[in-house]
C-alpha cells in the first residue's frame, strides 16, 4: 500500500487526547498528514506538539465540545479556510455509561447518544460536504466505537 498518498492532506481525529486517538494522531503525523486533533481536554495533545520536532507544525489540537454543533462546523469550516479542508475523517470520540441499565437515568443516556451518535453523524455529514464542495473522490471516513 502506497502510504505516500497521504502526505500533506488533512486528518481530522476526534476523541485524540490519549488512548487510540492519540495513537492514531501521532500515526497520522507521522505519516505526513496535516493532523486537526479534537478533544475536550488537550493538555496531551499539547505535550505531543512538544515531543514532535519537525511535524509539530502539522498539527492543530482544538479544544471542542462534539456536543456543539456550532463548534463542529466552526472546525470544518476553519479546516477549509485555513489548511485545505479534510481528506480523512476519523471519529474516535465516544462515552460509555457507568451504570446499569437499571440504575442509569435518561440525561446519561442523552449525553451518551450526543457523543457516540449525533457527535458522529455531524462530524460526518459536515465531513462529507466539504468533500462534495472540493471534488475529494479518495477521502475516508473511520468511525470507531466502544464496547
Known amino acids: ?34 493532523t486537526i486533533a479534537i478533544d475536550l481536554n488537550i493538555d496531551h495533545l499539547m505535550g505531543l506538539k512538544d515531543q514532535m520536532d519537525g511535524k509539530a507544525q502539522r498539527l492543530y489540537p482544538m479544544q471542542a465540545n462534539l456536543c456543539n454543533e456550532e463548534e463542529i462546523q466552526r472546525i470544518f469550516q476553519w479546516a477549509e479556510e485555513t489548511i485545505g479542508g479534510i481528506d480523512i475523517l476519523i471519529n474516535n470520540a ?3 455509561g457507568q451504570k446499569s441499565l437499571l440504575e442509569g437515568s435518561a440525561e446519561e443516556w442523552r449525553h451518551i447518544l450526543d457523543v457516540n451518535v449525533v457527535a458522529l453523524s455531524v462530524c460526518t455529514r459536515e465531513a462529507v460536504k466539504s468533500m462534495e464542495r472540493r471534488n475529494v473522490t479518495d477521502g475516508h471516513i473511520i468511525h470507531l466505537s466502544r464496547a
Do not use: H, Y
Request: glycine share 10%.
Open 94 to 96: 465516544g462515552v460509555s
Open 1 to 34: 500500500m502506497d502510504l505516500n498518498r497521504w502526505e500533506n492532506k488533512v486528518a481530522l481525529v476526534t476523541g485524540a487526547n490519549s488512548g487510540i486517538g492519540a495513537a492514531i494522531t501521532q500515526r497520522m503525523l507521522n505519516l505526513n498528514l496535516n
